[in-house]
């Protein structure tokens, strides 16, 4: 199995900045697309930001300009630089891995267990 664990959750306040990881683990073959979701209280999952195998990102209007991903492929890990935090960006945020187990196995989703956000004002 692979499994994703997250890390660099926390409190802050409004202007500061924090440095989510989030590195996978287990049997992996590749990894194509890795990148962020949120889910802040009473709200469905969105996405943050996306990064694919060859660096190309996407983000969501609400953190274009303030969040950067990148990705680290020799060590199967990427990071959530978030700069300019406001309190709306308060939320639960996942990790998320399309990847493969071996080259015989179709691509699967991912989800790590969620890391903590909370940006007070």
């Known amino acids: 199995q692979a499994q994703l664990v997250e890390s660099g959750g926390g409190l802050v306040q409004a202007g500061g900045s924090l440095r989510l990881s989030c590195a996978a683990s287990?049997?992996?073959?590749?990894?194509?697309?890795m990148g962020w979701y949120r889910q802040a209280p009473g709200k469905q999952r969105e996405l943050v930001a996306t990064?694919?195998?060859?660096?190309?990102?996407t983000y969501a209007d609400s953190v274009k300009g303030r969040f950067t991903i990148d990705r680290d492929n020799a060590k199967n890990t990427v990071y959530l630089q978030m700069n300019s935090l406001k309190p709306e960006d308060t939320a639960v945020y996942y990790c998320?891995?399309?990847?493969?187990?071996?080259?015989?196995?179709?691509?699967?989703?991912?989800w790590g267990q969620g890391t903590q956000v909370t940006v007070s004002s």
């Open positions: 998320y891995a399309n990847l493969r187990q071996s080259n015989l196995y179709r691509p699967l989703d991912y």
């Open positions: 990064i694919i195998r060859g660096g190309t990102t």
């Open positions: 287990g049997r992996i073959f590749s990894i194509n697309t």
